[in-house]
């Protein structure tokens, strides 16, 4: 079946440096690739996404860049801080099948002071 | 996701019995999800449904069941038929084909 492979599965930063989360997928048609951010406890919220038809979207201190023909995609984020520590979890929607999406098995991202 | 609602917050089961979880959604959107997050592990489809008395098996559906009468609901009943239900369950909803967003979730604990 369809897969989405995520690495790391956990990553330490110091404030201030970039972080890096990478993703690849198995179906070629996916053409919708979102990232959610989950805090402990709490329900994954969408950071960012990407639709095929662009290479790279920024927002801010989080950017995401997407390769179609390698068939991956990764998160970068800036200047990070102690509030980024998180779980993040990449996804790719399968095409035709009603907004189905196949997640990522999540990167625990620890940023310490 | 304010407008995607989820109750409990938690739930305790006792061996063979069923559980419903609620998932309700004031957005107006089409599609709605159920996944279960098992501890340090992504999120499973166990259905989903696009439209409204319509709803698909995802990945995990066995000794789950849910219903779609209305638009704004979609409930989840595990069944003693799941042996190893305790998870956290989170709902998800999205316009048709679109980015999903996601409720509080339910902690579901067997006893």
């Known amino acids: 079946g369809e897969n989405v492979e995520q690495h790391p599965s956990t990553l330490s930063v110091q404030e201030g440096d970039s972080a890096v989360i990478k993703c690849t997928y198995s179906?070629?048609?996916?053409?919708?690739f979102p990232w959610y951010k989950q805090e402990l406890g709490k329900r994954p919220q969408l950071i960012i996404d990407i639709r095929s038809n662009v290479g790279e979207k920024k927002d801010q201190r989080i950017a995401v860049t997407l390769n179609k023909t390698a068939k991956h995609f990764s998160l970068h984020i800036t200047e990070t801080q102690p509030e980024d520590s998180a779980v993040y979890f990449c996804?790719?929607?399968?095409?035709?099948?009603?907004?189905?999406?196949?997640f990522g098995q999540g990167t625990e991202l620890s940023v310490k002071p | 996701d304010g407008g995607i609602t989820q109750s409990p917050k938690y739930l305790f089961r006792k061996e063979g019995q069923n559980v419903t979880l609620s998932c309700e959604q004031n957005l107006n959107h089409d599609a709605m999800y159920w996944y279960r997050q098992d501890p340090g592990q992504g999120l499973r489809l166990i259905y989903y449904s696009q439209i409204v008395n319509d709803f698909q098996k995802g990945d995990i559906a066995e000794g789950y069941s849910v219903s779609r009468e209305k638009k704004e609901s979609f409930p989840l009943t595990v069944t003693s038929a799941q042996k190893n239900p305790t998870a956290f369950y989170l709902c998800a909803s999205s316009p048709q084909e679109d980015t999903q967003y996601f409720g509080p979730g339910t902690r579901l604990t067997v006893l």
């Open positions: 179906d070629s048609a996916s053409n919708y």
């Open positions: 996804a790719a929607n399968i095409y035709n099948q009603g907004g189905k999406l196949i």
